[in-house]
C-alpha cells in the first residue's frame, strides 16, 4: 500500500490469485486477506483489476484456486477458450456485476493486430461455457437484439438502377 500511495496510482493490476493460494500458509485466511487489500485500495479510490488462471482449459470442469473469492469481487468476467467450427476462440461472459443490470449472453472476444473487438451473441449455441458448444436451433428465438446501428443516410439510387452485389463487377 505504501507503493500505492507514494506513486499515487490509480489503478492496480493483480496478475492471478495462484500464488496466494500456493504460498498461503492458512489457506483459510486467503479470502479474508484479498478482501482487506480490495478493501484498503477502494478506500483509496483505487480501481483494482485481478486475474486468475483456471487449471483447465478445455473440458467442462472450471475450479478457482481459491473458494469464496467470487464473494468479494465488484464484477468477475469469464474469458475461456473454446473449439468452434474447428477455430480455437475466446469466449467472454460476464457471470456478475454488483449493482447493475448485465448481458447474459455470451460472446467470442476477437483480439487481433487492431485491437480488441467483442461479437454479437452466440445465441444458438449452448454449451459454450463448458467448453464444448453445440447448436440448438429451438433457441435461436432467444437471440439478443442486434446492438443499434448508426444512422447514416443511404445514397440514392437512380430509378431503375439493381443494386450491386457485394465483391460484384457490372
Do not use: C, W
Not at 479474508?32 to 486475474?51: G, M, Y
Not at 448485465?102 to 459454450?128: C, K, T, W, Y
Not at 443516410?153 to 452485389?165: D, F, N
Amino acid at each position: 500500500m505504501n507503493l500505492v500511495s507514494q506513486h499515487k496510482y490509480r489503478r492496480v493490476f493483480i496478475d492471478g490469485l495462484e500464488p496466494f493460494a500456493r504460498e498461503a500458509i492458512d489457506p483459510e485466511r486467503i479470502t479474508r486477506f484479498v478482501s482487506a487489500l480490495l478493501n484498503a485500495l477502494r478506500d483509496q479510490h483505487i480501481t483494482t483489476l485481478v486475474t486468475e488462471q483456471t487449471h483447465t482449459l478445455f473440458g467442462p470442469d472450471l475450479h478457482a484456486s481459491i473458494k469464496g473469492m467470487e464473494a468479494i469481487f465488484d464484477n468477475i468476467i469469464l474469458l475461456r477458450f473454446v473449439e468452434l467450427h474447428g477455430r480455437l476462440r475466446h469466449l467472454l461472459s460476464i457471470l456478475k456485476m454488483r449493482d447493475s443490470d448485465n448481458d447474459p449472453f455470451l460472446r467470442e472476444l476477437i483480439i487481433s493486430s487492431r485491437g480488441l473487438r467483442v461479437q454479437e451473441a452466440h445465441a444458438v449455441l449452448e454449451g459454450m461455457v463448458t467448453g464444448l458448444p453445440r447448436h440448438h436451433p429451438a433457441h435461436e428465438e432467444a437471440a439478443p437484439p442486434k446492438p443499434p446501428r448508426s444512422k447514416s443516410p443511404r445514397p440514392s439510387r437512380s430509378p431503375g438502377r439493381r443494386p450491386r452485389k457485394p465483391g460484384g463487377h457490372r
